[in-house]
Each structure stands twice: as structure tokens, then as C-alpha cells.
């Protein structure tokens, strides 16, 4: 079953297109790798796909849901990633994890577990601005991942994170690390910059330029330089 | 072994005995979750509630000193209130949806299968009793720096009429914020829109209050000027619920 399908989708800001034309199909448990220079509308995609910006153009289902007419639907199966962690800072990670678990109907012992998970069990109850840029990663990619969601979005996971916190969240985003999914993977929208690590991970690529499809084939059809010639 | 290596331990039992994942909360529940939050920023931040009663006190403090007189009372007396009232109370409304615009909290909330009016009314809730806290603080400020009668044989009417207003500016405020707080001149914004708006308020609420404020106080207020609050409130209420969805959607 097709968890993305895209038909034509466009974005506009104003006159600007930031996302022309993408189309594509992405199965269950499947892995989209998506590469382009900054402004290249990878967050737009993201954003797009978590229900936040309606489509100007074009077809877009997710998880079976038409976007925008069923966006209710899909909200509570999506988890977003993206730069901005979604974490109050006053707040501590422990209280802001317990506000979204009751906001998803998840039960509190959930936030507790996920915050094992990312190893910030330490300073749960120091605020969050009080913490370093790697530790409100870890916390937001537990925040992403809190209930369970069928769809992650993810924009630069590993930003800000050492590699032992980079190694800790990657069985989370996978989500075939967690015991709750029966061993099944996540299907994950991953933005990189770094397809020398993220390449083996996915299963297809789309590379955009100016907001345009510039490339998508599966990761073993994606040489080097196609690659830079994106970022060209 | 799970911190170390970042795998879950197994959900919590009582999703896994849900046949379809969480399940999301209802309306209350979810009002009271957003409503916890914001009581909880509040009390941890202190930037809403403190400012707006200091600038009440502070307004009292300065009316004494320009008007030169023993204190007011009647008409003149009730426009001071509650003129001070809705400018103190324009400090919360501007402050109202900062965290959540600033730290993501909209994107965070939007991503939730909850209602959206769940958001409005947990905001004019907190907007809410951000306004009974203040007044708890500036009427008896009020009593002391400039009403001449006493405050006593107002107060079975008095608070009733304050809280019938309070209701009107919290459902006004938190629509006005929700707006302002996308724009870059949100501090601006806000004060306009709202003003107007609660003009209606400061009438109903002034006219209600003065024949509590005279200095031979004999009777309570004129039925109809609460009955008109009171409809304000019902109308206000409505638009905000018909319009708040428009305002947090793309």
C-alpha cells in the first residue's frame, strides 16, 4: 500500500512556486530521501505532507488521506522532525513530552520511556532552554516520535547531535527499534545534506532544485554526480 | 539497556489493550491539557499576570496624583476602572500566544488530532482568570487610591459585572491575539483591533458598575447593561468558535 502519493503537488508563497510539480509514490515502511541546497523546498515538502501547508496544486494522499479535505484523518499519525523543535523552552523536557502525550492521547508512562530512549532521563526536569542545542534534539526527536506515528518527517535529524546521540536516535527514527511496531519500520520522509550517510537508508531519492523535481530514482541508481550537480 | 541503545521499551498496557493506536482526548480534556500548559508557563515565566496588575496599580498611582481631589465616584469612577481594566488586560492579550509563536507551540498543537477550538477555549480560559487575578489586585488599588464612596455595598454587584466583562474580553482577546501574533507588528496590531472591539465592553460594563460607585449607594445596576454584556459574550463567543479554525489554518 502506497503510504505517499503526489500528483503534480505545488506550493506557492505569494508569486514564488517553492514546490513545483512533484510526483511520486512511496510504499509502507519505505524511506524518501530527499537532497537539494538550501531553499530548494525541502521543508515546504515537509511541511506539506504534516497537514501545516495546504497544496496550491495538484493531488496529494497520505497514509490514504486526501490532503487537504482529510487532513483531520492523517493529524495524530504524523510525526514531525523539523528545525524548529516544537519544545516550550521554559518548560522542561519532561513537561513538555507530558503536554504532547496528552494532546495524542498517549499514556504519560510513554513520555517517560521515550525520554529513556534518547538518554535524557538526567536533565528531564531542567528547562529546556537551559540545555544544549544536542540535548533539545534529542528531546524533539522524542517529542517526534512520542506516539508512535506511522509517517516521520524528518528534516536533518542528526543536526546539532555528537555521534553517540546520533547512533541513540537512529533505532527511534527507524522505528523498527521499537518493540510497540512488531519489528515494522517507520515510513520516513528524511531531508539531508547528507546522502553519503542517508543513501544506504533509503529506498528513493528526490533531489529538488529551486522547488522543482531534479532527480528521483532509487538510491542505487544516484551517483555522485548526480548528486552535485543539485547542489551546483 | 534501552537508554543505551535507544530502542522503546514496549508501550505503555494501556494503549497496547487499544485496537487502534491512542486514542485522541475529547474537547474537556484537551482544553484542560492546553489550559494546564498555559497556567504552568505563566507561573514558571511570570510575564502576563505581574505586568498587567502593576500597570493597573500603577495607572490608580498616577490618576490620584493628576486629579488633585479626596476621589471620584459615579460615572467618572467606573470609566476609570474599567478604561484601566482593558488597557491592563491589552498586556496579556499581546503576550497571549508569544510562547506558542515562538517556540513552535501552534505547529506542535496543529500536528494533534484535537480540536482547535479546544486552543481558543483553553487561551480565553487562562485569559480569563489572568483578568480575575488582576482585578483581585487593582479594585481593591482602586478603592484605596481614588474611589471616594466605599467599596462594600458594591461588592455583591460588583464582581458579577467585572466577570460578565472579563468573559467578553477573553473570548475578544484570545481571537485578536491568535490574529496579531502571526504579523510582525503583532504589539501593534493587537491594541488596534482589540480596542474597538472592546469598546462595547467598557460601555456595558462602565454604565453597569457606576450606580455601585456612588457615594449614596441605594440600588444595583440598571438590568439591561449586564443583560448586554451578557449578550456580547454569547455573540463574541460564537464568532470566535466559527472563526478560530480560519485563523490557525494555511
Redesign the interface.
Known sequence: MAALELDGLTRRYGERVALGEVSLSLDTGQTLLVLGPNGAGKTTLLRVL?????PHAGAVRVLGSSLPADA?QV??????L?H????????TPA?NLR??A??????E??AQ??L????M?RRARE?VRTLSRGMVQRVAVA?A?L??PELLLLDEPRANLDPAGA??????IQGA????RGGRPRTRVLCSHDPAADLAGADLVLGLRGGRPALLAPPGEVDGRAIAELYR | M??A????????D???DRPA?????GFV??VA?VL??EL??EL??LESVPGMALFAVTVFVVFHFALNRNGVNGDEAAGILWVTLLLAALLGINRLFV?DA????F????????SRGALLFAKALALLLYLVVLELVAVPAFALLLLEPSLGPALPDLPLILLLGDVGVALVGTLVAALAVQTRARDLLGPLLALPLLVPVVIGGARASAPLLVLAHASGPQPRWPIALGLYDLLFGLIAYAVFDFLL??
Open positions: 504534516a497537514t501545516l501547508l495546504r483531520w493529524r495524530g499519525q504524523i510525526g514531525l523539523g524548529e523543535p516544537l519544545l516550550y523552552r521554559e518548560l513537561e503536554y504532547h496528552r494532546l495524542h492521547g498517549v499514556g508512562q510513554r520511556e521515550v529513556d530512549a534518547v538518554g532521563t528547562p517529542r516520535v506516539h508512535d547512533e541513540l536516535i537512529e533505532p527511534l527499534g521499537d518493540p510497540a | 534501552s537508554a541503545t535507544g530502542h522503546l521499551p514496549r508501550v505503555a494501556e494503549r497496547d493506536g491512542p486514542r485522541p482526548p480534556a484537551t491539557t494546564r500548559k504552568l508557563l514558571r515565566t510562547a515562538e517556540d513552535g507551540g505547529d506542535g498543537y496543529l500536528l494533534a488530532p484535537v489554518e494555511d
